[in-house]
């Protein structure tokens, strides 16, 4: 096949990815906080399915669904400084039941990218205490290259800061990686900086969400799907011509 200026191609270099929807499946964790939260307080239990689909909005987007409460009350933040107190504390414990585990296929993937000398590492919104914490429970923290938080930048998603200090990290080329991610800030972060995007569909998801609008460059329905991807694209990317 001929290739013009703006198809030429390069050999992966990264895959970073989100944390909550992408690389783990955190919700059980909130959504046994909230449960207990409520228990404790006497309130019906929120449909778990209801916090699954917006982990990706905050704990204070959960709390306010789960006790519907206005935004930007002070009764809110005391629920939510609440439930982060009891989050902290939950997570922490490695005995808890059903923790946070990577999805199905993803350790398959870590396993190929690093047998082929790519980087990997996690671009998250999520705090770093809890962060790290979860990484480490799941046996990735002396095998992720790079971990950027809210704490390591001044700009959060969907600005491209995160993204673009993860490379900077791990020497490597925004537009030689990849970014993994169940969100539109994710897929508009990692458009900003230059890096080919993948969206998570099988991630927190909401109703009201319209993936088919990211445009995102591939959409995957399960996370196993990311590794034949990957394979199909002969682990390389088509290096884009800023002329273009």
């Not at 998570?200 to 799907?225: F, K």
Request: glycine residues 4%.
């Amino acid at each position: 096949m001929s290739q013009t200026m703006s198809q030429k191609m390069q050999n992966i270099e990264a895959v970073f990815f989100d944390l909550d929807g992408t690389l783990m499946d955190t919700a059980s964790d909130f959504i046994n906080v909230m449960h207990q939260m409520q228990t404790l307080d006497q309130k019906p239990l929120i449909d778990p399915e209801i916090i699954y689909k917006h982990v990706s909005e905050g704990s204070r987007k959960m709390v306010e669904l789960a006790y519907q409460l206005a935004p930007g009350t002070q009764e809110l933040e005391e629920k939510r400084n609440i439930f982060l107190d009891c989050y902290d504390r939950h997570i922490k414990r490695v005995d808890r039941a059903s923790p946070a585990m990577l999805y199905p296929g993803i350790s398959k993937l870590l396993k190929n990218l690093e047998e082929k000398n790519i980087v990997w590492g996690v671009i998250t919104n999520k705090p770093a205490d809890y962060a790290s914490l979860l990484i480490e429970q799941n046996g990735l923290k002396e095998r992720s290259q790079t971990l950027i938080c809210p704490d390591h930048v001044s700009r959060n998603k969907p600005d491209p800061e995160s993204l673009l200090l993860a490379c900077q990290q791990t020497g490597t080329s925004p537009e030689n990686c990849l970014y993994v991610g169940d969100h539109f800030r994710d897929i508009e972060a990692g458009r900003a900086a230059g890096m080919t995007t993948i969206a998570a569909l099988y991630g927190y998801i909401t109703d009201d969400d319209n993936p088919a609008s990211w445009q995102a460059d591939h959409y995957i329905n399960q996370a196993s799907e990311i590794l034949p991807l990957l394979e199909s694209m002969e682990w390389q990317l088509p290096r884009r011509n800023p002329d273009v």
